[in-house]
């Protein structure tokens, strides 16, 4: 194994059940739903398309929480998904390393 594949080994070992806390997860996918939450606000409000806006807000006034409440699960379910797939992918590389790690050995 190369020097940046042990730090890696040695790193994961020691931080890996603590990167699977929720609250650290929360870090990692937090600022990519908000980009897309006001992204897709920004577009909305916008007014880009008049009748739809205007359809929007005269038909119905809780059409405004209904798109809060999109936008808490669009936000939750982006940020967990990000952060168990980061830390699934890093298991993975952990892993991968663990299991080649004695076959070199055996061959060297």
Same mark, same amino acid.
């Given at each position: 194994?190369?020097?940046? +594949? !042990? %730090?890696?080994?040695? =790193?994961?070992?020691?931080? *890996? +059940?603590?990167?699977?806390?929720?609250?650290?997860?929360? =870090? @990692?996918?937090?600022?990519?739903?908000?980009?897309?939450? #006001?992204?897709?606000?920004?577009?909305?409000?916008?007014?880009? =398309?008049?009748?739809?806006?205007? &359809?929007?807000? *005269?038909?119905?006034?809780?059409? #405004?929480?209904?798109?809060?409440?999109?936008? @808490?699960?669009? #936000?939750?379910?982006? &940020?967990?998904?990000?952060?168990?797939? *980061?830390? %699934?992918?890093? +298991? !993975? *590389?952990?892993? +991968?390393?663990? %299991?080649?790690?004695?076959? !070199?050995? !055996? &061959?060297?």
């Amino acid at each position: 194994m190369t020097k940046e +594949e !042990q %730090d890696f080994v040695a =790193y994961w070992a020691a931080n *890996r +059940e603590g990167k699977k806390n929720w609250l650290k997860q929360l =870090y @990692v996918g937090l600022p990519l739903a908000l980009v897309l939450v #006001i992204g897709i606000f920004a577009n909305l409000f916008s007014g880009w =398309y008049g009748r739809a806006h205007m &359809v929007m807000f *005269r038909e119905s006034g809780s059409l #405004i929480l209904v798109l809060v409440i999109a936008a @808490v699960s669009i #936000i939750g379910f982006l &940020v967990v998904f990000s952060a168990r797939h *980061r830390w %699934d992918l890093q +298991e !993975q *590389r952990y892993r +991968e390393l663990l %299991d080649r790690s004695p076959n !070199q050995n !055996q &061959v060297s």
